[in-house]
């Protein structure tokens, strides 16, 4: 799923595209899109663009008479800008035409979860604003704050989105391990210390993954959105060795998500029990890193 330094760059690129640009014409070719029934598409065509921002993982375009389109890529969407008079094709969902280019929907697999709110007014806007906490912008007591308003797993904290803004799977992991910090740790059981860790780590890691990814779509309109980045540290690197002790990555798999960690670096050697494995072993689950290297 895209997240924040992904989304950054989508709205980035957007903006410069669209900002002034009155919508020409809007199709959709599949009906799970669209999850709202007033405004209707058609009003929105003809309006001009006045803004495109980020809440929280969704790209919000603000056009003329507080309209607004919100998107939501879920885990396959991905947006795709093409010259004014491309051919469309199948694999796109949505195409909305503008004087300078059309901008696509795809989405891969055949589950449809991207959606497209389309509204009218800030309140019906605020209405899909999950209030999570823009780190980027927040001072290390709002962050603090936040961590202890609910007992999780810190990994669990971080990526919800009613406590912090834009940080998903893919991220989280990146960050727990530049903390060094294990994914399961209460977020009741942090001090001061850990937590001043965790905010410098989150606010690098978001920062710097948003310079990188700025830089590799080098003003182009960004392709290469993907959760699984080679120059990643642990994410989607199960098996792969570390980059700061070598000792290979581990994960936790549950529904069709997975957590990434180094025992090593985050937990003092402790495999943590994956919830299918660790149960179907029982007995036979290895506690430490060194009973399986």
């Known amino acids: 799923m895209p997240e924040l330094p992904d989304i950054t760059v989508y709205v980035e690129a957007l903006r410069a595209r669209l900002v002034g640009q009155s919508l020409r014409e809007a199709s959709m070719n599949t009906p799970f899109l669209i999850r709202t029934v007033d405004p209707p598409l058609d009003a929105f065509v003809g309006a001009a663009v006045n803004d495109v921002h980020r ?36 694999a796109d969902l949505a195409a909305l035409v503008f004087p300078n280019g059309t901008l696509t929907l795809t989405e891969a697999g055949t589950k449809r979860r991207a959606s497209l709110h389309l509204l009218r007014g800030a309140a019906g806007l605020a209405e899909l604003d999950r209030g999570g906490l823009e780190v980027l912008d927040a001072t290390i007591a709002q962050f603090a704050d936040r961590l202890r308003s609910e007992n999780h797993t810190v990994k669990r904290s971080l990526t919800d989105p009613r406590l912090f803004s834009g940080i998903g799977n893919a991220y989280s992991d990146e960050i727990l391990h530049r903390a060094r910090m294990s994914p399961v740790t209460l977020t009741s059981r942090l001090s001061d210390a850990d937590i001043a860790t965790l905010f410098d780590a989150t606010r690098a890691t978001l920062a710097e993954w948003t310079d990188r990814l700025r830089r ?76 399986v290297v």
């Not at 795709?80 to 199948?90: G, I, L, N, T």
């Open 55 to 90: 809440m929280g993982k969704r790209i919000v375009i603000e056009l003329d008479d507080e309209l607004y389109m919100v998107l939501h890529l879920m885990i396959a969407g991905r947006l795709h800008w093409k010259p004014a008079k491309a051919k469309r094709v199948r």
């Open 216 to 291: 590799d779509a080098g003003g182009d309109f960004p392709e290469k959105v993907t959760a699984f980045r080679g120059e990643m540290a642990v994410h989607g690197k199960y098996k792969q060795p570390c980059p700061v002790c070598g000792t290979p990555v581990q994960r936790i798999r549950y529904a069709d998500n997975e957590t990434n960690y180094c025992a090593r670096c985050q937990t003092a050697g402790k495999l943590l029990a994956d919830r299918a494995l660790s149960r179907l072993l029982k007995q036979d689950w290895p506690r430490s890193i060194d009973d």
